[in-house]
């Protein structure tokens, strides 16, 4: 982002958001899986907007900057469950690869499509997800477990490349999918923040790629990461991401899917509203 000429009290403001934001994002990374980005995405959107970011790449910007900062907060969250049991090892090894790919193909993807394009797609797939947690009632599944090979493998594949191009952790799609199969909310929760670190990975390094000439506020980024932002959200996300994995384990699982559709709703349709009117 381009700071220069902003007056001391615009840059507070500014540094003050995104401190509180990361606060706020390391507890929804810890009590929901989802890496924090359902909440970083739309703040860095609008926050860059004042700052005047180009609106080619503005969409861009918020979500390879949201990513940098899952790498921190998701290895925070990841470890915070991880220490709970809540991480199935299984699952991940059979399955990180599916995700990897799916990553690979929606990084190239978002890196060659529109701004619009890519926050219509933030606000569809989060008001669908939210649809599916606020309204599916408890003990609802498709089946008793994952399908095998190779329906197993597409719906990692779905699941990393939705979520590279959103911005966002696994949590988002990984949890209702999971849920849907019949898995536990905790188990799913614990697991799809280890997901987040699979996704933010290449992620981050896609975006750094596809942005490199296009976006060069200097010397604030590498590529469409904004290392100001990064390093403005890091800080609070990664302290406040045990705090997020404890309620986890203290609430009702009801009152955790709730929390967790009504954050996705509100983002979702806030999204759409910017790109549709």
Do not use: C
């Not at 929901?32 to 790449?57: K, R």
């Not at 995700?99 to 701004?115: D, E, H, M, P, R």
């Not at 779905?158 to 966002?168: C, Q």
């Not at 975006?207 to 060069?216: A, D, E, H, M, V």
């Amino acid at each position: 982002m381009d700071l220069e000429g902003a007056s001391v009290g615009t840059f507070l403001m500014f540094a003050g958001a995104l401190l509180s934001t990361g606060a706020i994002a390391g507890v929804i990374a810890g009590l929901l899986g989802v890496g924090g980005g359902i909440v970083i995405v739309p703040v860095l959107y609008y926050m860059f907007t004042l700052l005047g970011v180009d609106e080619a790449v503005l969409m861009h910007v918020a979500v390879g900057t949201s990513l940098a900062t899952i790498l921190a907060t998701g290895l925070s969250s990841t470890l915070s469950h991880w220490k709970r049991g809540s991480v199935d090892l299984d699952l991940l090894k059979s399955w990180w690869w599916a995700i990897a790919l799916g990553v690979l193909a929606g990084g190239t993807l978002a890196g060659n499509i529109s701004g619009g394009a890519l926050t219509a797609v933030f606000g569809v797939v989060a008001l669908g997800v939210a649809a599916n947690m606020m309204f599916r009632k408890d003990g609802a599944a498709l089946a008793d477990k994952l399908p095998g090979a190779p329906l197993k493998q597409v719906l990692g594949g779905l699941i990393g490349g939705i979520s590279v191009m959103m911005g966002i952790g696994g949590g988002t799609l990984g949890v209702p999918t999971l849920t849907l199969f019949n898995y536990p909310i905790r188990k799913a929760v614990g697991t799809a923040a280890a997901i987040g670190l699979i996704i933010a990975v290449p992620g981050t390094l896609m975006s750094i790629y596809f942005g490199w000439n296009q976006y060069k506020p200097q010397p604030y980024a590498l590529g469409y990461v904004d290392l100001l932002g990064v390093a403005l959200i890091i800080p609070t996300s990664t302290l406040f991401a045990p705090l997020g994995a404890k309620i986890a384990h203290t609430i009702n699982p009801s009152s955790l899917k709730l929390v967790f559709a009504l954050f996705l709703g509100f983002t979702g349709l806030r999204m759409l509203y910017d790109v549709l009117l």
